[in-house]
């Protein structure tokens, strides 16, 4: 599986971004998508997850309430709206793909990774 990650950017405290993962190589209706981000010199730490048939999705306490993830079987694009950004949330954010999966907030269940895009919120 391939996956590119797109819609990283420079906006301000409080402004929204939407970030998109675009999968092939598989059928993407099989996948569990999660978001994930790392700031330099720290893990790489779960932000949201949606499981393979969209029915379950799990978020980070930090992320709670202000991002939602989607997904779009038709476009075989998972979908993290980023709503009330604070500095914070500057992080490279990646996703990931697990086939099969329920939407995991471990690493180590994620089959596949893309290669990240930064987001950075200005104060």
């Known amino acids: 599986v391939q996956l590119q990650a797109s819609g990283g950017g420079l906006v301000q405290a409080g402004d929204s971004l939407r970030l998109s993962c675009s999968a092939s190589g598989r059928p993407f209706s099989t996948l569990a998508m999660g978001w994930f981000r790392q700031v330099p010199g720290r893990e790489r730490e779960f932000v949201a997850s949606?499981?393979?048939?969209?029915?379950?999705?799990y978020y980070a306490d930090s992320v709670k309430g202000r991002f939602t993830i989607s997904r779009d079987d038709a476009r075989n694009t998972a979908n993290l709206q980023m709503d009330r950004l604070s500095p914070e949330d500057t992080a490279v954010y990646y996703c990931?793909?697990?086939?099969?999966?329920?939407?995991?907030?471990?690493?180590?269940?994620?089959?596949?990774w893309g290669q990240g895009t930064l987001v950075t919120v200005s104060s």
């Open positions: 949606i499981a393979w048939n969209g029915e379950r999705t």
């Open positions: 990931a793909a697990d086939l099969g999966g329920w939407g995991q907030a471990t690493l180590e269940e994620y089959d596949w």
